[in-house]
């Protein structure tokens, strides 16, 4: 689980690497640039702000807790403890710097997290199973889901898309939630087809399972659902 270590505060600076590249690239070119320099970009983030940036990308947007460092235990508490400000040496300040994530991670966190995906080959198993009663479907999709996806197995029904739909804060959710009721009341009776694909798709096209994937058990039936 994500954790901010109190109070969560401090200040790290952060440079994408292909910055730092670029930077080397106008060191070698040109002579009158200084021995040393400060590779930072342009944010100023703490360090609550990094984590929450990237819990909000590629997890369930939630609130990251805040704990004492004697309660978390990572490789990277020492650096995540890290408190200082950097400015950026002159050539990063410079106007004709040719830039790829100037204004740091948060602001450009959707391209970094496409990037980590690609460069580490990381391809979500997306999957969807469809079967009549007692082709195993169930099954096959629960030993998927457990066998190859995080500890959190996105293994999805519609119904449970439905229920958890109905379920989410808002003035949407409860109008969906008495429609939902209301149909039940009636055997064979469905949401129109365009609520249930807005539904579906809306789901699977959450953080969790964009970056991590997902099995699909039991729909699309049609088609038309298709």
Request: net charge positive; glycine share 4%.
């Amino acid at each position: 689980m994500h954790k901010i270590i109190a109070p969560g505060d401090n200040y790290i600076p952060c440079v994408h690497v292909r910055d730092v590249a670029r930077l080397v690239r106008v060191v070698a070119s040109d002579s009158s640039v200084g021995r040393y320099l400060l590779a930072v970009d342009h944010s100023r983030l703490t360090q609550a702000q990094i984590v929450q940036g990237i819990v909000n990308q590629i997890s369930h947007k939630r609130d990251v807790p805040i704990c004492d460092a004697d309660s978390v235990e990572s490789e990277f508490k020492e650096v995540m403890s890290l408190d200082i400000i950097l400015e950026p040496s002159a050539p990063l300040k410079a106007s004709s710097f040719d830039w790829w994530c100037r204004d740091g991670i948060v602001a450009n966190i959707e391209k970094v997290a496409a990037e980590f995906c690609k460069w580490r080959n990381l391809r979500p198993i997306k999957m969807v199973v469809t079967g009549p009663p007692g082709s195993g479907a169930e099954r096959l999709c629960a030993r998927v889901a457990e066998r190859y996806l995080h500890k959190d197995p996105p293994h999805l029904t519609y119904d449970q898309i439905i229920e958890d739909a109905c379920s989410a804060p808002g003035r949407a959710a409860r109008k969906l939630k008495r429609k939902v009721q209301k149909l039940a009341a009636t055997p064979g009776k469905q949401l129109p087809l365009k609520v249930r694909t807005k539904l579906v798709r809306a789901r699977l096209m959450s953080n969790v399972c964009r970056y991590r994937g997902y099995v699909l058990e039991g729909y699309p039936t049609t088609f038309a659902e298709a």
